[in-house]
């Protein structure tokens, strides 16, 4: 959880977490759909995918018990070299280096170092970690680069290895390491259809599908819809785009009731305009797989308190709000 995640926003999370899955065994047996609905609004969701698969792995494989070793953690799905590292000095005492962005930041400063490989810092690490206390260690680094050794305006008077840091000498400090490349975060616009089922007796429910479980917010659950240009006929194009993606979820549909307003949200990679329409079922789908492009996508047709009970994307919930509150 802490991996892309401030403390403060993550320390409830984990509370409910260690409530809900107390053990790996519990984290394995849970449904996919239990995982995600205690992980939403941490994002990143192939976090919580991955942790529940490595739990499955460990329940079957290791007989429930974490593995040691970095090597052995390494093995496990969705662990890197910095958790096996963390996971392996901090709870089992192996003298094993952990190299977070704090860590980077602290080592680039320490030996002056303008743009340091993955390498270059996993070397150092292993050469400078406590064979006694590698735990302690690796925590003490991060921390320092958490709360003194800081991106901006670093607090080198308080710094208990000041005299020990090249950059410092050198003047260099706010210059390392030099700021990573980003590649351009892209704009995109979505056209989604919320569709509306009705009884004879006037109760409602709606249709949403599971985006596949391998790709962007995988696993999660969502109202139907695809991608649309951005041109100057986009609502048209997205009027037709709802449409099509209603009847590609297997719903019978007419014309769209009325136009919502859009939801915009930002991701690590990706600008998303959601531009959502209205629209009454006239029949289908049956709550069996249906086949986009080759790959199984579930749909269910749910009621207000289903719908609050799986998990969903921060954007879908906030068109929920709007597009069935009479806002459209």
């Known amino acids: 959880m802490l991996q892309q995640t401030r403390v403060e926003t993550v320390l409830p999370y984990w509370r409910r977490w260690m409530e809900r899955f107390p053990t790996v065994r519990a984290l394995a047996d849970a449904p996919l759909d239990d995982v995600l609905s205690e992980w ?58 952990a190299v ?20 270059e810092l996993t070397a150092l690490a ?15 680094l991060m921390e320092l680069g958490a709360t003194i050794c800081t991106p901006r305006a670093p607090a080198c008077d308080a710094c208990a290895v000041k005299g020990l840091c090249r950059a410092r000498t050198a003047g260099t400090q706010e210059e390392r390491p030099l700021p990573r ?73 007419g014309p769209p009731l009325g136009e919502c307003p859009s939801v915009t949200q930002a991701y690590s990679h990706v600008v998303i305009e959601y531009t959502p329409f209205l629209f009454e079922a006239t029949g289908g789908p049956d709550v069996a797989p249906a086949s986009d492009a080759g790959t ?23 068109i929920a709000r709007t597009a069935l509150s009479g806002v459209c």
């Open 296 to 318: 199984a996508v579930a749909q269910r047709w749910v009621d207000t308190a289903e719908r609050e009970a799986l998990p969903m994307p921060r954007a879908q919930r906030r």
């Open 100 to 119: 977070d962005g704090n860590v980077r930041r602290v080592l680039a400063r320490l030996f002056d170092l303008p743009a340091p490989t993955a390498a």
């Open 40 to 97: 939403e609004g941490l994002g990143y969701y192939a976090r919580a995918r991955s942790l529940h698969r490595a739990a499955m792995v460990v329940a079957e494989s290791h007989g429930g018990e974490l593995p040691e070793t970095a090597g052995a953690l390494r093995e496990l799905p969705g662990v890197g070299a910095y958790t096996a590292g963390a996971l392996a000095s901090i709870a089992f005492g192996h003298a094993e280096p």
């Open 126 to 140: 292993t050469e400078l970690v406590d064979p006694h206390r590698p735990g302690d260690w690796n925590q003490a």
């Open 181 to 253: 490349k980003r590649a351009p975060v892209s704009r995109r616009r979505h056209a989604v259809a919320v569709v509306v089922r009705r009884t004879p007796a006037g109760a409602a429910s709606h249709l949403l599908e599971r985006r596949p479980e391998d790709g962007m917010l995988g696993g999660m659950w969502e109202f139907p819809g695809m991608e649309v240009g951005n041109g100057e006929a986009a609502v048209m194009v997205a009027r037709r785009a709802a449409r099509r993606a209603a009847r590609r979820a297997g719903a019978a549909v």
